[in-house]
């Protein structure tokens, strides 16, 4: 049966989705996706894997996707981060079995992304793209779709979205900002470029970006046109998002905790999870927010979560009449709501800093020193200066190591072979040799050896090229040298 396309793929396979949750790293996993779909979600995708990780590691396969299958989470799509045509669509070949249509992440913006060349920092490289999304839509049995984020001008972004359609891309999902706009700038994502998107392109378009509760996806699909709606933050903070509810906030921890017990992920994903749905109220119980971060076992979880419930509900029963939300909030802290990330100038004053962008510290700050501003330090290299006044994280003035001759690893400086120490000591035991800068004596050793032995039997200590009758016991010797 041939594969179905555009919008016959998205009616039919994808069950003409309007509700869909994003791909998330380490947070769009299975339970997640089950609880999402429980409360409106007709559509999900894997958290994003890396193709060239998928394609040789067994295990990684087989956490990630294999060992997850489930009927009832489908349709689902599977997105990978590639720069090699060749590595993506072998990978995507062993996941196929396993979803209904393959997403290339184009919308990455992180640093991860820049370091890796994938995600959104792969925007300007027309030519490769439509290489990888044509060899996918040749050898793949399921659609290829694609996930991108919007230039600045809306005139190349329209050009971008046609290549990718004419490549053959079935699918396009449009994140509204640029792979500037991210943490404390990401600022508001502009809903006029994918709806110019959506105009251009013949295939289903789905908006990414400013979804906060369901009335914000109504108005998205009618302001765009688009065919379906994704959400990443909104739907971490409320998963009921969808259903258009806000329920309280256990409840939704506790209905995940349980899928958890079923459908086991790692300890860390849970945590996370139960940071963004008890967000406003761990800013109240911050006793409890550290507990969460200690805790090691999902029972602890479980723990803490119980409670954080048993402090909400005595404070529910201790509360006055026409009492209203604290901070700003449009609800009680125990209810699910929207997480308004706040902008630089908002961060700074919660920082203690005044009103600048050189106020913003953390991943951004590192993102910025590491494109070249010197002036902003990450809060970890902040402490080191602090330690030492006169120390440099100018990457010029980093010390430049020799790298090893046989695997390209640092060499150790005093290595008679100019090696690392693995590579070393296997040429050292292979050539019965000694390397004092590694502390490796293989040929002091093995002489002390055959010494011992000769003086055992009254006999004179041979020259080592002389090995004679020695050579019986030689293996056992260098092994014992090896193991020492």
Known sequence: MPKLRGEAFWRETLRSAHYVVAPMVDQSELAWRLLSRRHGAQLCYTPMLHAQVFLRDANYRRENLYDEACPEDRPLIVQFCANDPEVFVQAALLAQDYCDAIDLNLGCPQMIAKRGHYGAFLQEEWDLLQRMILLANEKLSVPITCKIRVFPEIDKTVKYA?????????????????????????????????????????????????????????????????????????????????????????????????????????????????????????????????????????????????????????????????????????????????????????????????????????????????????????????KKKLRNPNKSFDPSLKPKYAKCDQCGNPKGTKCVFNMCRGCCKKRAFKEVADCPGHGLLFKTKFEKSLSWQHSQRGIQTPEISQRGDAEVGETAVLREAGDS
Request: contains cysteine.
């Open 162 to 382: 046609q290549m990718l359609e004419k490549a053959g891309c079935q699918l396009l999902t449009v994140h509204g900002r640029t792979k500037e706009q991210k943490g404390p700038l990401a600022g508001v994502a502009s809903w006029e470029h994918i709806q110019a998107v959506r105009k251009a392109v013949n295939i289903p378009v789905f908006a990414n970006g400013n979804i906060q509760c369901l009335s914000d996806v109504e108005e998205c699909i009618r302001k765009t046109g688009v065919h379906g709606v994704m959400s990443a933050e909104g739907n971490l903070h409320n998963p009921a998002l969808f259903e258009g509810r806000n329920p309280l906030v256990w409840e939704m921890a506790e209905e995940y905790l349980e899928i958890v017990r079923k459908y086991p992920c790692p300890l860390s994903y849970v945590r996370a999870h139960l940071f963004k749905l008890w967000h406003h109220t761990l800013q109240v119980y911050q006793q409890l927010r550290e507990e969460l971060a200690k805790v090691k076992t999902l029972e602890g979880i479980v723990d803490v979560n119980r409670e954080l419930k048993l402090r909400c509900q005595e404070e529910i029963a201790n509360q006055k009449g026409g009492e209203k939300p604290k901070e700003g909030l449009p609800f009680f802290h125990w209810i699910c709501q929207p997480y308004i990330r706040p902008g630089p100038k908002e961060r700074c004053r919660e920082n203690g800093d005044s009103g600048t962008e050189k106020g913003v510290r953390g991943k951004r700050a590192l993102e910025e020193e590491e494109d070249g501003n010197s002036e902003l330090l990450s809060k970890n290299k902040q």
